[in-house]
Nanobody, 118 residues
Framework: QVQLQESGPGLVKPLQTLSLSCTVS??????????WSWIRQSPGKGLEWMGL???????YYNSSLKSRTSISRDTSKNQFSLRLSSVTPEDTAMYYC??????????WGQGTQVIVSS
C-alpha cells in the first residue's frame, strides 16, 4: 500500500520561503517510472500542478512557478520536498504530494493547508 504524507508549517509570512516534505511509504522514490509531484488547490480554484521529480531525480516545473519553485529529495528518508520562495497571500492553498504513473496520479497525500499571512 503506497502512502504519502505531507509535513511542514501551516503558516508562512509573506516573502518567506514555504518548505514542505512528503514522506513516502510502500514504494521507493527511486523505483523506475515513478514520478513524484506537488499539486496545490487555492480557495475557490482548481488544482494547480506545481512540478515533479522523476525516479532518476530530474525535475520539471510549471512555467508560471518555475522561478520560485524547487523540488528536491532525500533518498535515505524516502522523502521529496518542495520549496516555494517569495510567497504571497495568493500562495495560500492546500498542498498535496502525489505519485504519478502512466500519466495519471494514482496515490495522493492527504494534503496540508498552508496560509500565507503576516
Amino acid at each position: 500500500q503506497v502512502q504519502l504524507q505531507e509535513s511542514g508549517p501551516g503558516l508562512v509570512k509573506p516573502l518567506q520561503t514555504l518548505s514542505l516534505s512528503c514522506t513516502v511509504s510502500g514504494a521507493s522514490i527511486t523505483s523506475d517510472y515513478n514520478y513524484w509531484s506537488w499539486i496545490r488547490q487555492s480557495p475557490g480554484k482548481g488544482l494547480e500542478w506545481m512540478g515533479l521529480m522523476t525516479w532518476r531525480g530530474s525535475t520539471y516545473y510549471n512555467s508560471s512557478l518555475k522561478s520560485r519553485t524547487s523540488i528536491s529529495r532525500d533518498t535515505s528518508k524516502n522523502q521529496f520536498s518542495l520549496r516555494l520562495s517569495s510567497v504571497t497571500p495568493e500562495d495560500t492553498a492546500m498542498y498535496y504530494c502525489a505519485r504519478v504513473r502512466d500519466l495519471a496520479v494514482d496515490h495522493w497525500g492527504q494534503g496540508t493547508q498552508v496560509i500565507v499571512s503576516s
